[in-house]
């Protein structure tokens, strides 16, 4: 189990009250969003994107993504259509949309994924997670092939990434099509469990508290790719 002391970053957001008054933040609703008390199910986030602007969504680069409608099906989804001219402070995913208002510790997120770049080793999108600021976040990175900079489960903490993944499959298989996709968290125990496909086994675990809480979002280091019918449902322990 990787189970960090807390980084002086953290301490002093703590000493400022930020951390507590993040902690204790209801999401209010916005586009495709709904309250917990407006879902018995627990639900805090639900996006179909069937809208001309993606609302709700802060972009490291918002020239790279847009909400089109799919080609073979009458739906529109949101897209990473080019490369991002991002910079992050420290290597790490170049194209991230970060669903606003968004804060959350223990979830499952369900989201469906299709990569429309070519085939190759990294070949990837990613779910990102706990995030603080831009330096101080985790992410998903699924990939067709795995070694310690892709397929696999990351830490960034004020350096460049991480692989904390304890098991992970030797890659993804990813086609030109639809794959469904789920991330859970449990804050408490650290858990840490993303599936592909078949949601009865997790093709990457570990467990870290580095982070306790954050902002999810959706990405590529970078590659294009396309997201739909995003649903996340709180657990206990925020």
Known sequence: MIDRPQPSWARRAAAMGIVAALAAASPSPSPGQKADAADPKGVVVRDDFERETPDGWDFTDKAAWR?????????????????????????????????????????TLDVKARSTTRDYGHRDLCLIFGYVDPSH??????????????????????????????????????TDGWHDVRLKREPGSGLIEVYFDD???????????????????????????MFDDLVVKRADGR
């Open 137 to 174: 976040f985790y992410y998903v990175h699924i990939a067709k092939e795995a070694d310690p900079h892709a397929n696999s489960i990351f830490l960034v903490d004020g350096k460049p990434r991480v692989s904390i993944a304890e098991d992970r499959t030797k890659g993804t298989a990813w």
């Open 67 to 107: 909400i089109v409608r799919e080609k073979d099906r009458d739906n529109r989804v949101l897209e990473l259509f080019q490369a991002s001219k991002y910079e992050p402070p420290v290597r790490s995913p170049f194209n991230m949309a970060l669903r606003r208002e968004a804060d959350l510790g223990g979830f």
């Open 199 to 225: 949601m009865t086994k997790p093709v990457m675990t570990t467990h870290d508290k580095t982070f306790p809480h954050g902002r999810i979002g959706l990405g590529s280091f970078d590659d294009t790719g």
